[in-house]
């Protein structure tokens, strides 16, 4: 069963990046920097492709046509990617899917133009802003291309408008939360507001992708459509599950798998639900050795996992990948509205696998 869905997902994945490596939009990148940065993330280290693919196959599970919604899927690829550009930055990570991340593979490149140290860091940083914000506007450009396979133009620009208005919102409220929170008192938080950060974060855009296929597949703007309601649901559900379940590898995770170093939400003292629950839970000699390491961007591989070690101690891994599990329990019952047929399937099939990967 997982090596087909795993198939299926791979086919999906093929499908969204031939369209988004198409000459036509490659030839039209051009100028210092513009096309390498902005494709590569999208080039030779392509994601796991699970948004584009739960569009599709949300399409598919509405009666539409994967075909026609094909613009919509590589728009959502598109949009997300230029995300995880801002957010590298913002986070300052090194590292993103096996290899460098755009601003530290163009600060490398400035240092062999020959330019200084700092002006190097600032060239890098200001190359990956630039390609998150080209990718945002291509991500519009793309979504528009639906209107050209059928779909009534008032769906497309109704799919655009909560794209670029309410997604967009939402996952920079998101972040904004993270920044906050990553820098609060972690006894201030509470489960429920780490939560509600993690939708924000995740959930709402695998939600808006559950939605954009479900109106692709009727081709209707109607928010109110069972059929729509039920699968947006399910997918939004699932995104706070992908995290936490995300959350979990950051911990536990094969760093080689991963792509990028084990240990980071903890140096950078992320309130992620583990390290809250593991908080409120320690004791005071706990809670001291947390404060310690928890945000500690110079703490060594044995201090991270001495603070895994505590987490584990207290029961914040399990609880955590149950809630997790409770997230995708939860969205199966969305679908229990929606027609059975292969699409059906395949959308139990990536809720499983949002929670059972391992990278």
């Not at 995880?84 to 755009?102: A, F, P, S």
């Not at 291309?145 to 920079?172: F, Q």
């Not at 950060?197 to 992708?209: I, Q």
């Not at 729509?228 to 094969?254: E, N």
Request: hydrophobic share 40%; glycine share 8%.
């Amino acid at each position: 069963m997982k090596e087909f869905f795993e198939s299926e997902l791979a086919k999906r994945g093929s499908l969204v990046y031939n369209y988004i490596r198409a000459d036509r939009f490659q030839n039209r990148f051009t100028g210092e920097g513009i096309h390498d940065s902005v494709y590569l993330y999208l080039s030779g280290r392509q994601g796991k492709s699970l948004r584009p693919a739960v569009l599709l196959f949300s399409c598919g599970a509405a009666c539409g046509n994967e075909n026609i919604a094909l613009p919509a899927a590589a728009a959502i690829e598109v949009f997300h990617t230029w995300t995880l550009v801002h957010d590298d930055v913002i986070d300052r990570d090194l590292r993103r899917r096996g290899g460098y991340t755009v601003h530290e593979e163009f600060r490398r490149r400035a240092l062999d133009l020959g330019y200084s140290g700092d002006d190097a860091a600032r060239y890098g940083t200001s190359i990956a802003i630039l390609a998150g914000d080209v990718q945002q506007g291509w991500s519009v450009s793309i979504l528009s291309e639906l209107e050209a396979r059928g779909v009534d133009s008032d769906v497309v620009l109704y799919l655009i408008r909560m794209m670029e208005t309410d997604v967009v919102l939402t996952l920079l409220s998101g972040q904004t939360n993270d920044l906050v929170y990553s820098k609060s008192k972690i006894e201030t938080l509470d489960e429920e507001m780490i939560l509600r950060m993690l939708w924000k974060k995740t959930g709402a855009l695998y939600e808006f992708a559950g939605k954009a296929g479900a109106m692709i597949g009727l081709n209707t703007k109607d928010e109110t459509n069972e059929l729509v309601h039920s699968i947006s649901q399910f997918t939004g559900r699932c995104g706070t599950a992908f995290q936490l379940q995300d959350d979990l590898l950051g911990v536990t995770g094969d760093a080689k798998k991963l792509g990028k170093g084990v240990g980071s939400d903890i140096r950078e003292g992320k309130r992620t639900l583990i390290a809250y629950h593991a908080f409120v839970n320690a004791d005071d000699a706990q809670k001291r050795r947390l404060s310690t390491i928890l945000g500690n961007e110079s703490a060594s591989d044995e201090e991270i996992r001495e603070a895994v070690d505590i987490f584990r101690e207290l029961g914040s891994i399990e609880h955590t990948r149950a809630l997790a599990e409770s997230y995708i329990a939860e969205a199966k019952d969305f679908l229990k509205t929606v027609p059975e047929s292969e699409y059906r399937d395949l959308l139990l099939m990536w809720a499983e696998y949002m929670v059972n990967r391992e990278f």
